[in-house]
């Protein structure tokens, strides 16, 4: 008699707790819930839920693929730069030292060409050359 005492209140606490669960979904979905209709809808609120968490989670992988994607070109951009510097420093490197040299070969130049005009021409060597 006990156990049946017991089973009843199990029974009144189940049966309770259903009426408030069917209260609180006919209050979220603004229908009334009928027996048969709790899962459909119980599986309805579960999938509307579930596509919001996985379109909140598509958005956040979105959000870091692009904050990646600028990270990445920053860092290309960095690179050309110093690509470029380094190239306009050996172009400069190399400028000089043409600069350099074209100044050392025009010091012999005008060299020779004092030289040659320190030479005079003698009569016996034009002489010769017939």
């Known amino acids: 008699r006990a156990k049946t005492h017991i089973l009843e ?4 606490m189940v049966l309770g707790h259903d009426g408030q669960l069917k209260k609180l979904l ?16 119980l599986e309805e609120i579960l999938d509307a839920r579930l596509a919001r ?25 960095e ?5 470029h510097r380094e190239h306009m420093d050996g172009q400069e490197k190399m400028q000089q030292s043409l600069d350099g040299r074209e100044t ?14 320190g030479l005079t021409l003698t009569e016996s060597c034009c002489g010769q050359v017939n």
Not at 26 to 41: F, M, N, Q, R, Y
Not at 54 to 70: C, K, S, T, V
């Open 9 to 12: 209140e199990i029974q009144g």
């Open 26 to 41: 006919e209050k979220a979905t603004g229908k009334p819930i009928h027996e048969l209709d709790s899962v459909s809808v």
């Open 104 to 117: 050392g070969i025009r010091e012999d130049l005008g060299s020779l060409q004092a030289q040659i005009q």
């Open 53 to 77: 968490v996985r379109a909140d989670i598509l958005d956040g992988f979105e959000q870091r693929l692009i904050g990646l994607e600028n990270n990445c070109d920053a860092k290309i951009g």
């Open 79 to 83: 690179v050309k730069r110093q690509c």
